[in-house]
Every structure is written in C-alpha cells, then in structure tokens.
C-alpha cells in the first residue's frame, strides 16, 4: 500500500512504524472473513481494512472526525485480522498509533470521558475494584435487572490450602493482576498448587500493579507507560536473580505484559529491561510443556467432566498459543467437544462490552450458543474477562481452566 503521511509525523518513531505497517497491507480482504464487528455490521468501516484506511487518512492529514473516532473504538482488538492476514501486517500496533493520533484531534463528548476516566480509576486499583464490587455484591438483590445482571456473583476460593506449597529450585513470578483477586481468588491459589506439584514455586512481587492494557486500550498512554514502568521496577529484581519466568494465568494481561518490549521501545532508561521482561512471559498453560504429566496425572481423578474450552483472542490471536491448553486438556483425560468458530471474540474485550455493549451482546450470545452446542458440564476459559462475561448469560458454570484441573487434584 502506497502512503503519504505527512513530513512532521514521519520524524515520530509512530509515523515511522506506521508507514512501515501500512507498507506490508496489499488490500486483499482476507482480514474481513474473521472481523467479528464486520460479520455483524457488515460496514467496511468496521472491518480491519477499512479501519486501516481511515487510520491512513489520519496519518497523511486528511480530514477525520468523530466518525473515524467511532469506528476505532468499535473495534475489539481481538487481532484475529492478524492472524489470518497473509502479508502479517501488524494490525494491533496500527490501530493503537489510530487511536491515540486520534484521541489527540478529537475530543469526546463530556459523559464519554467520564465513564472512561472512572472506569480507568475503579479498575486500575485492586483495593479500590474489590471495595466496589463487594458493595455491588451486597447491593445485588436490590439492584435494577439491567445493573444486577453486569455485577458478578463472587467465585469462591473453594480449593485445597496452600500451606502444602514447599520452596522448589525451578522458581517463577506469578502476576496477580488488577481485578482477578477479587472477582475469581481461587484461580490464582489453584496456579499455586499446580505448579507445586509440578516442581515449581510461584513467587509474589511486593508492588506490582495493573498490567496496562485497560489504559493502554483506552489511550490513556502515560498512564500505560507509568505502570509498564512500574512492574518492571517490581520484577527487575527477581529477573537478577535468575527467575525462570513470569507466569500469567490471565490471557489478556499476558499479551500486554508481551507487548512491553515494543511500548517501551524508545523508552532509554526501560526499553532494555521491557524487551528482557517480554521474553519472560509465559502462559501457565506454556509451564506444561517441559512437565511430567504422567505425575500430575498420577494425583489426579480422572476427569469426568466434559468440558468446552473457550481460547480467548487474547491467547489464540495476542500470544499465538492456539491448541497449546486444548492439547494439554486432552493429555489430562478431559473430553472436549470443538466448536465452530472458535477464532471470534466473545464479546467481553476488557472494557470492550461496557462501552460497546449492542455489539458485545450480540457476540456473547453467539459464543455462548456455540460453546454449548456440544452439551458440556462446565465451559473453560484462560481469561478472567472472558470468565465473568460468558458467565453472566450462560446456563453452565464457566471457570478458569486450573481450577477445573485443581478440583481433580487428590
């Protein structure tokens, strides 16, 4: 694709790398098929090539507007255009240089950078998410329909006690994330416990916070930036140390966390240490791979449960790690059904389904009606986002998948 973008953006790194990525686009289409907004809609506009050329519009110094604006923001993210792309154009990188170019030429209208600020300020804090959330919680029975169906039921910690948990000489950081603890804390105590018994302690860091994607995704960038910071300075010190990895449990955390290289890129003082904390990452699911599993399998029941895995975009299209859980399911003993379409978005897209919430809607029903069409007893996921938007409208339990495992666990 030919461009024209204009002399001042083209002595930024962004309008560099955004020519370079608009350069690798040969229009062909491929990318429409798999759009969940375009298979909706049916607008070009809300499709990853039309997008791509109303973000090439912006770059070149075209007139853009509040429709541009809209177009962007109903965009998932999910980068499943990435993955059937052909020519591999980076759409993820694009859009994000889209958003933020625009965000800086367009203001939203008061109500929208409200919601926007408050959800950045509600979700961003642990201590602050789980006051209001168990607030919500209390309140839940007294709430209108609309509002008490968005407030999910808290998920018990119902597992086995962690004091069994010994000091092994494989060694990791577990992230804990921002909302996790509150809405789900057995996911987290369940990847403690696995990981024991596969020979490995997961370990804390004092001071780490969000991951960044929620400020990233809605261009609050120097909030990002300050959080990417912030983990780093947290987790520097056990990468001195020799940790092994940095384990995340929560998809979408683990593709921004993967991405920190790339963000901090120009950053002197942190873009070294970004690109070390990127080649850490690893999903839980990815700790199985060099593991005994006929140990783990020696201390478990054998799994009755039939099981749908929903492999949120975050994983399959962010970090590349289509199948990896699906195989390590089936190596466990759980019988899965597949799924059709099992590439598209659910819906939930962080805060995706509270701002875009017709659309989300839409892909949640169909998702769900999906994932049950093969009758499963419990519908499991890798993304607590994923986890508590299917859970509002489905008719069977939906959890993280090392829960499921960890219930197996004598």
């Given at each position: ?260 290289g790339n963000l901090l890129c120009d950053d002197p003082d942190y873009a070294e240490k970004a690109r070390c904390i990127s080649g850490k990452v690893r999903d839980i699911a990815e700790m199985f791979s060099d593991a005994d599993l006929d140990r783990l399998k ?36 759980f019988p899965q059904a597949r799924i059709p379409n099992a590439h598209i978005c659910c819906g939930s897209a962080g805060v995706y389904s509270l701002l875009q919430s017709k659309l989300a809607e839409k892909l949640q029903a169909d998702k769900l009606s999906e ?40």
């Open positions: 694709m030919q461009t024209l973008i204009t002399d001042a953006l083209m002595q930024t790194p962004q309008g560099i790398e955004a020519d370079r990525i608009l350069r690798s686009c040969v229009h062909c289409g491929f990318c429409t098929a798999t759009c969940p907004t375009y298979r909706i809609t049916g607008n070009e506009l809300d499709s990853p090539r039309g997008r791509i050329y109303l973000i090439k519009g912006v770059l070149e110094g075209k007139p853009s507007g509040h429709r541009t604006q809209y177009h962007l923001d109903r965009c998932l993210t999910c980068r499943a255009c990435e993955t059937t792309c052909p020519s591999g154009v980076e759409y993820g990188k694009l859009l994000a240089i889209g958003r933020e170019l625009i965000e800086g030429k367009i203001s939203r209208p008061w109500h929208e950078r409200l919601v926007r600020y408050l959800l950045r300020k509600c979700l961003l804090h642990p201590q602050r998410f789980a006051i209001l959330l168990r607030s919500g919680q209390v309140l839940r029975p007294v709430l209108p329909a609309f509002l008490r169906y968005r407030i999910p039921v808290r998920s018990p910690d119902t597992g086995h006690s962690d004091n069994a948990v010994i000091l092994h000489p494989r060694q990791v950081l577990l992230f804990s994330g921002c909302v996790q603890p509150a809405l789900a804390p057995g996911i987290h105590s369940a990847t403690v416990r696995i990981l024991d018994r596969i020979g490995i302690t997961a370990l804390s860091a004092v001071g780490e916070a969000c991951c960044g994607a929620i400020s990233h995704h809605m261009t609050a960038t120097n909030e990002a930036r300050a959080l990417l910071r912030n983990n780093i300075d947290c987790w520097w010190p056990y990468v001195e140390r020799g940790i092994e990895a940095i384990v995340i449990n929560a998809s979408g955390c683990g593709a921004m966390i993967r991405e920190y020696s201390i478990m029941q054998p799994a009755r449960k039939a099981v749908t895995f929903h492999s949120p975009c975050s994983l399959q299209h962010g970090q590349k790690l289509a199948g990896v859980t699906e195989n390590l399911l089936a190596k466990l003993g994932l049950t069409s093969g009758d499963p007893e419990v519908i499991v996921t890798s993304n607590i986002g994923c986890q508590i938007y299917l859970q509002q409208a489905a008719t069977v339990p939906v959890r993280h998948w090392v829960e499921v495992v960890d219930d197996m666990i004598v």
